[in-house]
């Protein structure tokens, strides 16, 4: 059973940071995609940052500069380092894994953590 799980949300002021980890189980993590998205009430979910089994890392522009993610294939974990943090960041963030395996897709998502961004 594939098990995806946020952690590391919470409130924080604006300028201040915070690292939000995503643990997955259930799959070979090495050969996954994963990336962080997020939704803002009343929005569209949105990709924030993508990383390719390979370490290739993508991101959106409004985190360019300022969000960072990596990954441990070790630890089958995610992170996102979230620096300089603005209200608009404010969120619920999920993160998501993604493969395609002998013609077969597989994406699987946590249930996200909450992201405010408040003085």
């Known amino acids: 059973q594939v098990h995806v799980v946020e952690s590391g949300g919470g409130l924080v002021q604006p300028g201040g940071s915070l690292r939000l980890s995503c643990a997955a189980s259930?799959?070979?993590?090495?050969?996954?995609?994963m990336g962080w998205y997020r939704q803002a009430p009343g929005k569209q979910r949105e990709l924030v940052a993508t990383i390719s089994s390979g370490g290739s890392t993508n991101y959106a522009d409004s985190v360019k500069g300022r969000f960072t993610i990596s990954r441990d294939n070790a630890e089958n974990a995610v992170y996102l380092q979230m620096n300089s943090l603005k209200p608009e960041d404010t969120a619920v963030y999920y993160c998501?894994?993604?493969?395609?395996?002998?013609?077969?897709?597989?994406?699987?998502w946590g249930q996200g953590t909450q992201v405010t961004v408040s003085s």
């Open positions: 259930g799959i070979i993590f090495s050969i996954y995609n």
């Open positions: 998501n894994a993604k493969s395609a395996i002998f013609g077969s897709n597989y994406d699987y």
